[in-house]
């Protein structure tokens, strides 16, 4: 059985990982071994597995033990292993979920429904390091798979609408006690309707401005507000999670760097989790009808939850809300631009924590465990 090392295992990521693949009995096939960069020689989670006590996640010897290392630790965990690793002469796979190695060459990324094949060959031809790709990335490629099946796409602008739970779980408590905190100022107010309204929003308008919330990991309140900056500045004007779009989903299709143009803006929301994003699609050819886009989108993948575009089945199954917890895409509000037939709208969601992170490595580790 393939030996499977696991690095934070606890984190956001690493627990929905854990638990979708309690879920889905993948243990059975592995013999996993838990680490801890925090814990050494405590108590592992309980996978049936034989290694019973937590180790040193930093013990370059007992790694190299391994057939293969997962770890959702973050970048600077990679960044300082890994050299190490290579060093001693590491021959397992090495599956990341951070960003540190994602652009590298001596990586794939990995969102299987989209390049299985890519995933495979490089396994039979020696690549060692495989990485989750950008949360956003995997979701926009997942939602209109269909379209770049039948190469209808020449260029995508993505406007995102990223949930706290993105940037990490104390990002996600922050957005919580700030909402708590703008509540406590009117509560009373709220409970009698004759105050003005404007009144609460004064109340509400000088908290927000106040230095009463919470802002340690934002940086400013999200409560109440929208934050159209994630991650750090380029030279270019644009954010590094901006960047991302197009460099890593023209990686994960295999297609040579700018190939398929992908540009727009990111922005922090409120929501507490699943990433939802505006898409505006030039068409290749505007010739096919609503109605046949419809279906190619449907055939993209089993994970395409069609959503007809009308107020109810919006407001019901094209929100966060609705894809939580779950590993449905959500597509809809799809329609012709009046910019003309090549010009296509589109709105989906995504979990971010499930195909947004923890389902293409949990996959990847299945793929390891049926070709390695």
């Known amino acids: 059985m393939l030996r499977v090392g696991f690095i934070g295992w606890r984190g956001m990521v690493g627990s929905v990982l854990m638990k979708r693949m309690q879920d889905s009995q993948d243990f059975k096939k592995l013999n996993a071994v838990f680490f801890s960069t925090s814990a050494v020689g405590g108590v592992a989670p309980d996978m ?37 690793l290579k060093d001693a002469g590491f021959k397992g796979f090495f599956v990341d979920a951070s960003s540190a190695l994602r652009v590298s060459d001596e990586s794939i990324l990995i969102l299987d429904p989209i390049n299985y094949s890519q995933i495979v060959n490089g396994i039979k031809s020696g690549t060692k390091i495989y990485s989750g790709s950008n949360c956003t990335v995997s979701l926009m490629l997942l939602a209109i798979s269909g379209l770049l099946k039948h190469n209808l796409v020449e260029w995508v602008n993505s406007q995102t609408y990223q949930a706290a739970s993105g940037a ?25 309707k004759n105050p003005d309204i404007l ?27 929208v934050l159209p900056w994630i991650d750090s500045g380029l030279d270019n004007g644009q954010t590094k999670e901006e960047w991302k779009g197009m460099v890593e989903a023209n990686k994960i299709l295999g297609f040579a760097p700018n190939t398929l143009k992908i540009d727009g803006n990111c922005v922090r ?22 109605d046949e886009i419809e279906d190619i989108i ?44 090549d010009y296509l709208s589109i709105f989906t969601v995504g979990d971010q924590l499930l195909w947004g992170a923890a389902e293409p490595i949990r996959r990847m580790i299945n793929i390891l465990v049926e070709y390695a």
Not at 55 to 64: F, G, P, R
Not at 174 to 184: A, D, K, P, R
Not at 199 to 225: C, M, W
Request: hydrophobic share 35%.
């Open 48 to 84: 049936g597995q034989k290694q019973k006590t937590l180790l040193d996640a930093y013990d370059i010897k007992a790694l190299l033990n391994l057939d293969c290392i997962v770890t959702t630790q973050g970048g600077d965990y990679t960044n300082k292993v890994m050299p190490q």
């Open 269 to 290: 929301v409120g929501s507490l989790r699943s990433h939802s994003q505006a898409l505006t699609i030039k068409l290749k050819d505007g010739k096919a009808s609503l």
């Open 199 to 225: 009144d609460i929003d004064r109340k509400v308008s000088a908290i927000l401005h106040s230095k009463q919330l919470p802002t340690e990991y934002f940086g400013a309140p999200l409560a109440g507000n």
């Open 168 to 192: 990490g779980a104390n990002n996600m408590r922050e957005l919580l006690s700030q909402c708590g905190v703008m509540h406590e100022v009117v509560a009373k107010d709220l409970q009698d």
């Open 298 to 341: 449907k055939s993209g993948n089993e994970w395409v939850r069609f959503v007809k575009n009308n107020k109810p089945d919006t407001l019901k199954y094209l929100t966060p809300v609705s894809v939580n917890g779950t590993l449905d895409i959500a597509v809809g509000r799809v329609r012709k631009l009046n910019l003309g037939d």
